[in-house]
């Protein structure tokens, strides 16, 4: 499957650095990683939930929320919304389709799915 995950949002300059920090890691890193035939087999087979993780990431640090805020905005928990982003990285858990429609209204965005053909 092809994912394209589209979201619509002003860009917010100069958002907290505590609000979203990424594991800092090098270009050497990435690359000794991919080198190994197991580590460039398992990454490849979650592309697709990276695609998905990375926009509703991008999306949230672009609002300039926390987790904290959008759960206020969903009517839920924090830990709930922790769940819903490992859950979109990790492949174990699907969300529904309408709790990723919320997650994007709660930043501002709206949720778009294409399929493609292969």
């Not at 926390?66 to 206020?72: D, G, L, M, R, Y």
């Amino acid at each position: 499957m092809n994912w394209t995950v589209t979201y619509y949002s002003p860009q917010v300059k100069n958002v907290d650095s505590d609000r979203y920090n990424p594991v800092p890691h090098t270009q050497e890193d990435t690359a000794r990683w991919m080198a190994d035939p197991a580590f460039r087999a398992a990454y490849d087979a979650l592309a697709d939930e990276h695609t998905v993780l990375t926009a509703f990431l991008e999306a949230r640090k672009a609002a300039g929320l926390t987790q904290e805020e959008v759960a206020s905005r969903m009517e839920t928990t924090r830990s709930a919304i922790s769940r819903l982003e490992s859950s979109l990285g990790n492949g174990r858990i699907s969300p529904s389709l309408a709790t990723l429609r919320r997650y994007a209204a709660a930043v501002g965005c709206k949720l778009e799915l294409k399929l493609s053909p292969l």
